[in-house]
């Protein structure tokens, strides 16, 4: 049901408005999904031109190009070559010695110290003092 206009015409200049702010709305996606095209062009030439370099592609970005979030995470750690760097009888304390573990949880070593445990490669010998089968 179209709008009734009134005497000064209000209700058509607000269709006058609302179309303009459409036709903005629609060319500014228009520009973003251009932008984002260009974007995505411009990541596969870094990816390229890093395969031929050899160098890895800049860091700090995933798939979708956002920024990684948290500054402890650094990536998994192999909790295996952990345990190769440990003496034959460690501690606990011990583990945090060891470079990439330092900012890990107590909970986060604890339960490395169990799965090592459970696969057979520590035994405990006392309370907090393990040792490498």
Known sequence: MPARKNADGVASAFRQVQDQARNLLSNLRKEIR??????????????????????APAKGHGA????????????RIDWRAILEQLPKQFKAAQIREIRGVKDKRPSEIFAA???????GMVK?????LYERV
């Open 34 to 55: 251009a932008k984002e095209a260009e974007l995505l062009r411009l990541k596969d030439e870094e990816m390229s031109l890093s395969r031929l370099t050899g160098s």
């Open 64 to 75: 979708g190009g956002a920024p990684r979030r948290g500054g402890v995470g650094r990536g």
């Open 113 to 119: 110290i169990t799965r090592w445990i459970d696969a």
């Open 124 to 128: 405990r010998k006392d309370r907090g």
